[in-house]
């Protein structure tokens, strides 16, 4: 068969700086960074305690979920490895474009195949690019509030995460040794002295152009323009998950307002100001008989202080000083030593997040609290009034905003 | 059989594992609400870069080359790029795609992303221009 015209002609390809070389120092730091993506991510999932009550958003079911309890210390844990994920995920969008730019004549090398290895590597590449594309894409979309693909996020940016770590990982033992090679016939760091008058093609290598142009930019050139776009995207959003006077400087992040940020709001929620009137009752369970609290009854309990990081899954954060009743008293008060597992139920009529069940280490924490007052102040109705949950180190949503119930299991 | 296949059975096997593996979170994912629009936008993250992104900057890059002398033309790319990348990445808050959800659930609005945008870029601009004049001021008075 004769080899169509275009990109799939050898001549077409004209970069001076495609090769193997450039292609490993690429595909290296992509490779960092992916993995910090990747391990944080997970570590979400298992922050979630998805094996406890209803926590799981992803199929309860799903094999290599958690075997560990997520700990409660230091308060800003999940705050770190959340903005790390995003953060990171960030930072990887320019890397991973320039990867994808020096293996791009790969992509209409002709035949498509040359022999079934070939092939089947190719197969496994497709599903590493789609799935690297789809997190990617679906991530920033979502971090940004534009829910434009209709679909379950939590469990589809999931499943594409598992279909990414295989073919990462069979593409790392396949190309592992390649980049090893470069490396080594190359050096490390040698072809970075070359400046633009000095930067020749590579000797060998299937990406490297036969009748390449002359260089318009030397390879460490090619590399600070890629760091370069990694820092814009990494100041334009990296303030609002340090928070602090940095959130005003993250010029393009969902979150730069000032003050301590509203996750949802009490309309949101459908939470109406009658059901946390007069008639409010904190009702807890699990004891010898069910406890009704009124709002004066939980003032009236042992309170403590503590300053605590709250850390939202898209990647911003606040610090606040929280007041409350430690959960630990009110298991004491319910009539229940050392409970396994804490059920808070919001009074939000509606949604998955409207219960979170809490571990054994997590209410025995002496920093987690029932709050009633945030920076000294009683909470405002969108920040959870009458009471709400703060366990330091958990995922944001699941500090429950709205206490309607309390049920310590043993 | 490495003749016929063109590798180890090792890699064989590796890839079937991944394969298998793979299509089993796939065949989860399909499983879920709206699964024709997860396949949609896996096969459309593989379209983006390759069918969309590469052709369009590979052609503005070849126009903005065409009979420039090396090294000038680095000065525009940059800049462009990195305008370019922001706002690939923040298309969401600079075209105000996600301020409706963003309004029903924090209260607050969206204001200014597309006039931050515009003054970095400008920034950026002035800086890479302030750069090329240094340099050839620098460059001709040597």
């Not at chain 1, 390879?219 to 340090?242: F, H, I, K, M």
Request: with cysteine; proline share 7%.
């Amino acid at each position: 068969m004769r080899t169509p015209p275009g990109p799939f002609r050898p001549g077409f390809w004209k970069s001076p700086l495609r090769g193997p070389w450039m292609t490993a120092v690429l595909g290296s730091l992509l490779l960092v960074l992916l993995a910090v993506v990747a391990v944080t991510g997970f570590l979400s999932h298992a922050a979630y305690q998805p094996d406890l009550g209803r926590n799981a958003l992803v199929d309860p079911d799903v094999p290599f979920t958690t075997f560990f309890d997520w700990p409660t210390g230091p308060s800003w844990l999940y705050a770190l490895t959340q903005g790390l994920h995003v953060n990171a995920g960030l930072v990887a969008i320019p890397v991973l474009l320039a990867k994808l730019w020096s293996v791009i004549p790969r992509l209409f090398q002709w035949p498509p195949a040359r022999t079934p290895a070939d092939g089947i590597e190719r197969a496994a590449i497709a599903l590493l690019v789609a799935s690297t594309g789809f997190l990617s894409a679906t991530g920033v979309a979502n971090m940004q509030y534009w829910y434009v693909f209709h679909f379950d996020f939590v469990k589809a940016h999931y499943y594409a995460a598992v279909v990414f770590v295989v073919a990462l990982a069979v593409h790392l033992v396949v190309k592992l040794p390649v980049a090893l090679r470069a490396y080594r016939s190359r050096g490390v760091l040698t072809p970075l002295r070359a400046g633009i008058a000095e930067t020749r093609p590579e000797p060998d290598g299937d990406t490297v152009a036969v009748a390449p142009d002359p260089p318009t930019i030397s390879r460490r050139g090619l590399l600070a323009a890629v760091g370069g776009g990694s820092l814009a995207l990494l100041v334009a959003n990296a303030g609002q998950s340090v928070g602090g006077p940095l959130r005003g400087v993250a010029f393009l992040a969902p979150r730069r307002a000032g003050g301590f940020p509203v996750n949802k709001t009490a309309a949101g929620a459908k939470v109406t100001d009658a059901m946390v009137g007069a008639g409010y009752r904190l009702v807890l369970r699990g004891g010898p008989s069910e406890i009704m609290l009124t709002l004066d009854d939980l003032r009236a309990l042992p309170q403590a202080t503590h300053t605590l990081t709250l850390g939202c899954v898209e990647g911003w954060s606040t610090r606040q000083q929280w007041t409350g009743v430690p959960l630990a008293e009110l298991a004491r008060r319910a009539g229940v030593d050392e409970p396994a597992e804490l059920l808070v139920g919001s009074l939000q009529p509606a949604g998955v997040l409207r219960q979170a069940t809490l571990a054994r280490g997590q209410v025995a924490d002496a920093r987690s609290l029932l709050v009633l007052r945030a920076g000294g102040e009683e909470l405002t109705l969108d920040h959870g009034y009458p009471a709400r949950i703060i366990v330091p180190g958990l995922p944001g949503v699941h500090n429950t905003k709205w206490v309607g119930s309390l049920e310590f299991r043993t | 059989m490495k003749e016929r296949y063109g590798a180890s059975p090792l890699h064989l096997l590796a890839h079937l594992a991944a394969l298998a593996l793979a299509a089993w979170a796939l065949l989860q994912a399909l499983q879920l609400g709206g699964w024709e629009r997860i396949v949609l936008w896996l096969a459309g993250a593989i379209m983006l870069h390759d069918m969309v992104l590469w052709p369009a900057y590979t052609t503005l890059d070849r126009l903005a080359r065409r009979g420039r002398p090396a090294g000038w033309v680095n000065y525009v790319r940059v800049p462009v790029g990195i305008s370019a990348l922001l706002l690939l990445a923040f298309f969401p808050v600079i075209c105000d795609k996600g301020e409706r959800t963003y309004m029903r659930v924090s209260g607050e609005s969206w204001e200014g992303y597309a006039g931050r945008w515009l003054l970095v870029s400008a920034l950026l601009f002035i800086a890479a221009g302030a750069l090329y004049l240094a340099r050839s001021r620098s460059g001709s008075s040597s």
